[in-house]
């Protein structure tokens, strides 16, 4: 994410900074133009925020300890939940997950499983569900072959090695 920093807070600047974030959606998918009453300096500057939260965490860190500190971070995210708070809905990156019922990933996850056990036929995966999603398991079976995540072996299946 890139934060664009403007100096002034005058109406004309309002348009300004419009035109500004119209300018640069191109070229930074995530830039954000702030107008800041009581800057100092008349140069406008680019400031990357992933680099910067990573200084200040690189310094803010304990060191040695990132297990304790990623469950407090973990506990504050249940927290934050639990108290009715998202904010996932405010990032720019975030796209909710499709249903997982009846879905590709659903076949996908039913065929692995399937072959973590054993080998199987076609024909006996296909029975994994009813004949409606007969297109989507054989489409499920062709990527995982593709991505080589599973391998034909003859007329059997099984995961790969």
């Known amino acids: 994410m890139n934060l664009l920093l403007l100096p002034g807070n005058s109406p004309d600047h309002k348009d300004w900074i419009h035109e500004l974030e119209i300018l640069f959606k191109p070229i930074f998918e995530e830039t954000i133009a702030v107008e800041y009453e009581n800057w100092k300096s008349p140069h ?3 400031v990357d925020l992933d680099v ?3 200084k200040i965490l690189i ?6 300890n990132a297990r304790e500190w990623y469950s407090a971070l973990m506990d504050y995210g249940s927290d934050l939940k639990r108290s009715g708070i998202s904010l996932n809905k405010k990032s720019a990156m975030y796209t909710k997950q499709s249903k997982f019922a009846g879905s590709l990933r659903e ?3 039913a065929i692995v499983r399937l072959l973590a056990r054993k080998p199987a036929s076609q024909a006996s995966i296909i029975k994994l569900f009813d004949v409606s999603r ?3 398991l054989l489409e499920a079976l062709e990527a995982l072959c593709m991505e080589s995540l599973i391998k034909k072996n003859g007329t059997r299946y099984s995961l790969s090695d």
């Open 59 to 64: 310094e803010v860190l304990p060191k040695g």
């Open 52 to 54: 910067e939260i990573e």
């Open 134 to 136: 007969r297109t989507q």
């Open 44 to 46: 406008a500057r680019i």
């Open 107 to 109: 076949a996908r996850g």
